[in-house]
């Protein structure tokens, strides 16, 4: 490195400790022959992990929260919403749930950004009951907050903060984030159970299912994921396996959320399966807290274009 100078010293630098990274990954005694795209990759995830550090160090600074309606059979008002969480880098602009979102999980900035996100959410929640009083907020809970964080105790914290009672809350948990449930898991799914507060399970249909923890953990509902929804409408093998899985969960006396219906075609199908809730871009995109009240509660008519 001796001739190399400014830059290219620390490039070289940066360069060897990948390298040097992706050898440990490999296994003791093993080499790694530097590969470009790999590289860049590396360099665009520590990016965003700085940016989402400071971010959480910073008042939260680039991170929203979108919401997105959910309805129940009339299709009148929200039944409820989801809160999604959205992120946006200085350097790269909006980045993908898919993409942050494991970052925030593999370095524990889920439980800062969970908290802040439950009391945004919750906060809001607490103005659309104003106008519709029986609306329900959902937020998704990550398997490191339940196992690294007392989110019991926040969940209570920032409901009592927000004034709302505790089925104006559903919990959101992925089915995988259940089956890997440890001790702490177990507590929080008691606990939660204690309270009343009503447990939604995520992403059902992506490969995981188990039935056996269905009728154990009863969650009110049961939400199918958007890649089970695209295959049902466009396979009828796929539509004939979701709707036995309709008619199971129904028997189990658990509700249906079906995700992801995109236009009226796919409703068409979907709603001979008659779910109870449906959440998907046909109904409403995610989008901010204004937008939604505009679009879907009538509190700003006056205003609505
Ligand atoms: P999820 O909880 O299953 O959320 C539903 C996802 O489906 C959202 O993606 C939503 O925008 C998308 N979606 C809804 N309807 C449609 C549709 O009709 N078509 C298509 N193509 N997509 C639709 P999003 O917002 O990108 O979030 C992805 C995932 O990131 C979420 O999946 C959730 O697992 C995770 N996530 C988002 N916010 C949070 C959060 O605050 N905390 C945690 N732990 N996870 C979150
Ligand atoms: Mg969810
Ligand atoms: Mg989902």
Redesign the pocket.
């Known amino acids: 490195f001796a001739a190399l100078e400014g830059n290219q010293y620390s490039e070289a630098l940066k360069l060897t400790d990948f390298a040097l990274n992706e050898a440990k990954k490999l296994g003791r005694n093993r080499c790694y022959i530097y590969n470009k795209e790999t590289y860049q990759r590396f360099l665009r995830k520590s990016e965003i992990t700085q940016e989402l550090r400071e971010a959480v160090n910073n008042g939260f600074q680039g991170f929203t929260a979108?919401y997105?309606p959910v309805f129940a059979e009339d299709k009148k008002v929200p039944y409820g919403a989801?809160?999604?969480?959205r992120f946006t880098s200085e350097k790269f602009g909006i980045v993908?749930?898919?993409e942050f979102?494991p970052i925030l999980e593999e370095t524990g900035l889920?439980i800062p950004a969970?908290r802040w996100?439950m009391r945004e959410a919750m906060g809001k929640c607490g103005e659309i009951r104003k106008v519709l009083p029986k609306f329900r907020m959902s937020?998704?809970?990550?398997q490191v907050q339940t196992s690294k964080s007392d989110v019991i105790h926040d969940i209570s914290a920032e409901m009592k903060r927000a004034g709302l009672p505790l089925k104006a809350l559903i919990v959101?948990l992925?089915e995988s984030d259940l089956l890997e449930q440890n001790i702490n898991e177990k507590h929080f799914l008691t606990e939660l159970r204690r309270m009343g507060i009503s447990l939604a399970l995520?992403?059902f249909g992506t490969g995981y299912s188990n039935f056996h923890y269905l009728s154990e953990l009863k969650p009110e509902i049961i939400?199918i994921?958007?890649s089970f929804t695209a295959k049902a409408v466009a396979d009828e093998q796929e539509y004939y396996l979701l709707n036995q899985f309709c008619t199971m969960i129904r028997n189990l006396d658990m509700k249906i959320c079906i995700?992801?219906?995109?236009n009226a075609q796919e409703w068409l199908k979907i709603r001979k399966l008659c779910p109870e809730f449906t959440?998907?871009?046909?109904w409403g995109k995610?989008c901010g807290y204004e937008e939604f009240m505009r679009k879907f509660t009538n509190k700003n008519d006056e205003k609505a274009d």
């Open positions: 979108f997105q989801e809160a999604l969480m993908s749930p898919a979102i889920i969970g996100m937020i998704n809970i990550s959101e992925t995520d992403d939400k994921d958007r995700e992801g219906v995109e959440q998907g871009y046909f995610p």
